[in-house]
């Protein structure tokens, strides 16, 4: 038996199976700066706002961001789950409005040389998170890494987050092609939607993803959809600098509007059920296939 076909023998015998499974969303960007963590946070406090139990798991090992917009640094990450017998809730960092925050560290970097005894206490308790959350957004890093890939083909519902830089739009169609030539890239049961964020009005974040949709479409045959426009606001650099969501300091400024559009339009498709039937048991489950 080998450690994939150990992990789904797991979690099908698992008390945790017959749990309701969290909607799983990962977010991630083909370069860095361009607002990712910033998507992630803000979306969270939205779903709060809905009545929605929220975790952020922060999967950019190399970084900080979210820990330091949350102004809120935790004391424990995945690697004391996995090596110091630390439970998931020991692990979960409260931060505005109860958003937990789990910080990935180094445990991510672990997951390739686990055993089956750490699988099996891994599964348990990543399973308990969908009993502490409606909804888990995953932070990715920016870039092609195969940590970031291995993410992504995991989850059924991506964002991807771009700006009219040309970098930024050039990295976007790199990160796409890269995970289209992943081997466990199954796009049947992968949606990837577009937030088009750093623009000056909808039209230009329309005519943003407009051609990047034409290039990914002609090449890749990958379907892209147009979920949110974030508007470029002065107050939203403010926050940041106030370690403050900005749909928190400033609910009324023309960006946490747009992340209130952004929420709404997700939670209008929330009911197909390729979006978050897998919960976090099985979006684990599939980054352990991956890796085999």
Known sequence: MDQAEGLRNIIKNSALSSRPAARVITVTSGKGGVGKSNVSINLAVQFRRMGKKVIIFDADFGMANIE????????????????????????????????????????????????????????????????????????????????????????????LVTTPEPTSITDSYSLLKALNRHPSFDRENTTIKVVANKVGDFEEGRALYTKINAVVNRYLKIPLYLVGVIPEDHELVKAVMQQMPISISNPNSRSAQAFTDLATALETNAKDPVYHKRGMSGFFSSMIRGRQ
Do not use: W
């Open 68 to 159: 330091v917009m949350f102004g809120a640094i935790p004391k424990h990450n995945l690697a004391d789950l996995i090596y110091q017998g630390k439970n998931i809730r020991e692990i979960i960092t409260m931060g505005p409005m109860d958003i937990g925050f789990i910080s990935g560290g180094s445990g991510i970097a672990s997951l390739s040389n686990l055993g089956k005894d750490y699988i099996d206490y891994l599964v348990q308790n990543l399973g308990e998170l969908d009993l502490l959350a409606d909804v888990i957004i995953i932070d990715t890093g920016a870039g092609i890494s195969d940590a970031v890939l291995e993410f992504l083909v995991a989850s059924p519902e991506v964002l």
